[in-house]
């Protein structure tokens, strides 16, 4: 009889499907590039979407949030969501071509970050910092202003530092004292690069955002809110701080005027797995989203504020308030 052959020849045909299905199992994915401050609550973020989507594999790549949006924009790889510290990189460098809407989620401040062993650590209040890192011996970081945003927010701090201390290094810009004393030598491409470097003791303090140093249990010190970015009544003064970063092309310019600090995502135009982008954009800003925010020391903006709303997937347009 024929029906073994047979049998081996379905046994065959079968095993060629399932592996032509897992060969395209890689559609079922969900390409998230994102700040390096958003890597714990994305992380905690994935987990709860994997509860509703255990068969998607999640790749997420941190990094500074203009090098997020610029894989897309000059690299052109295919991404699902980019979510950023500063909703300006999508309007600078991803929209109108990449993007043509983004979401208000989240917000932050600036601090300094520090261990038990920095030096004058004992000392160092939201009164004198600035005149403990205009001490020679000391060394701090900050992050590329061209590659994130707290690397430009940090520079926001140091200007607007000159106007609410006045002259407090004896007449002496605390501006251009702190750009003198830290060196390209302290200057990584994001903050939370500078971690590393605090915990060796290469750098006594380093400007984060303050959910970074909870998140890592870092000491830190708290800066009046008029320098630290944080308060959404006080975009006015913010604005009096400027830092021109280098723009879409090579030779291009931004000036980005100081701003309460606001984290921004979107879903790229020509998103590979739109679907599933939408389903976690959507437990991204639902109730258990803004808890996963808040516990990571990123109070969600509630409700979340869209821009270009109507250009929106009207499953998320629920979910948020139009901005204009």
């Known amino acids: 009889m024929s029906l073994p052959g047979e049998v081996m020849r379905w046994a065959v045909l079968i095993s060629a499907v399932a592996a032509l299905i897992s060969g395209c199992g890689g559609?079922?994915?969900?390409i998230?590039?994102?700040?390096?401050s958003l890597s714990k609550p994305m992380a905690d973020l994935v987990e709860a979407f994997k509860r509703l989507h255990p068969e998607v594999e999640v790749q997420r790549e941190a990094s500074g949030s203009l090098v997020a949006a610029r894989k897309v924009?000059?690299?052109?790889?295919?991404?699902?969501?980019?979510?950023?510290?500063?909703?300006?990189?999508?309007?600078?460098?991803l929209m109108p071509d990449y993007a043509d809407w983004y979401v208000k989620f989240a917000g932050n401040r600036m601090v300094i970050a520090y261990t038990e062993r920095s030096r004058y650590g004992d000392e160092i209040n939201s009164d004198n910092w600035f005149e403990i890192l205009a001490r020679k011996d000391v060394r701090f970081g900050r992050s590329d202003p061209n590659m994130d945003p707290c690397g430009y927010r940090t520079l926001?701090?140091?200007q607007l530092a000159d106007i609410y201390y006045k002259?407090?290094?004896?007449?002496?810009?605390i501006y251009e004292t702190l750009m003198e004393n830290c060196p390209p030598s302290n200057i990584r491409q994001g903050s939370v690069e500078l971690l590393p470097l605090l915990e060796s003791l290469d750098l006594d303090y380093a400007f984060e955002y303050l959910s970074v140093a909870k998140q890592?249990?870092?000491?830190?010190?708290?800066?009046?809110?008029?320098?630290?970015?944080?308060?959404?009544?006080?975009?006015?003064?913010?604005?009096?701080?400027?830092v021109r970063i280098t723009g879409k092309k090579p030779g291009e310019y931004i000036v980005i005027k100081g701003s309460p600090i606001v984290y921004g995502v979107t879903i790229p135009k020509g998103a590979p797995h739109y679907d599933l982008a939408v389903d976690f954009l959507k437990l991204m800003?639902?109730?258990?989203?803004k808890r996963i925010m808040d516990e990571n020391g990123q109070p969600p903006i509630d409700p979340p504020l869209a821009?270009?709303?109507?250009?929106?997937?009207?499953?998320?347009?629920?979910?948020?308030?139009?901005?204009?």
């Not at 559609?27 to 969900?30: G, M, Q």
């Not at 998230?32 to 390096?36: L, Q, S």
């Not at 800003?285 to 989203?289: D, T, V």
Request: aromatic residues 6%; proline residues 4%.
């Open 27 to 30: 559609e079922e994915k969900l």
């Open 32 to 36: 998230i590039f994102h700040a390096g």
């Open 73 to 93: 924009s000059e690299l052109r790889r295919e991404a699902d969501l980019v979510a950023v510290a500063d909703y300006k990189v999508i309007e600078a460098i």
């Open 156 to 158: 926001m701090v140091w």
């Open 167 to 173: 002259d407090r290094l004896k007449g002496r810009s």
């Open 216 to 242: 890592h249990r870092l000491r830190y010190v708290e800066l009046p809110r008029e320098i630290d970015l944080s308060d959404p009544d006080l975009e006015e003064l913010y604005a009096k701080a400027q």
């Open 285 to 289: 800003l639902s109730e258990e989203g």
């Open 307 to 324: 821009v270009g709303v109507r250009n929106m997937p009207p499953e998320l347009r629920e979910l948020v308030r139009g901005e204009r």
